[in-house]
């Protein structure tokens, strides 16, 4: 039986296997952005999956309420995820490409990582990027 692992729990696990086999800086700085990203989205995605669809009066009022914790998403701050949601696609596509993806062509790279974007007001207390490696990393 195969016991998947919570996304948490797989952050983790990098984590310490990072600790004991280190990796380039690049490498390195690719996971610590998708990790801050993740940590930062996870909440988000938890509501969305568990919660309920509310809204008081009309639609424009529409929001997610995930009962067991009394929290409340708008639509907005939903779709305000959007672009940190991209971003982590490419940091996790560049983060495997960098540890070495199993039966890849070599002459196939994945998207670079772009700018950073913009945290949505309500996320940015939970949000604390990684200092930028000091020496010059391509395509980041």
């Known amino acids: 039986m195969v016991f998947k692992l919570a996304a948490r729990e797989r952050r983790e ?4 296997l990072i600790a004991v086999n280190p990796v380039p800086p690049e490498t390195e700085f690719l996971f610590k952005e998708l990790d801050v990203v993740m940590q930062a989205i996870q909440p988000v995605r938890n509501n969305l999956v568990h919660s309920i669809l509310l809204w008081t009066g ?3 009022n529409l929001f997610f309420h995930l009962r067991s914790k009394d929290k409340n998403l708008t639509k907005e701050e939903v779709f305000a995820t959007e672009d940190l949601t991209t971003y982590a696609l ?3 596509l560049n983060f495997r490409f960098a540890v070495g993806p199993k039966d890849h062509d070599p002459d196939e790279i994945p998207p ?7 945290v949505p007001e ?3 207390p939970s949000l ?3 200092e930028k490696p000091s020496t010059a990393v391509s395509g980041l």
């Open 112 to 118: 670079p990582l772009p700018e950073r974007p913009e």
């Open 128 to 130: 604390r990027w990684p």
């Open 58 to 60: 009309d639609r424009k």
């Open 90 to 92: 490419l940091a996790v």
């Open 13 to 16: 696990r990098i984590r310490e």
């Open 122 to 124: 309500f996320l940015r």
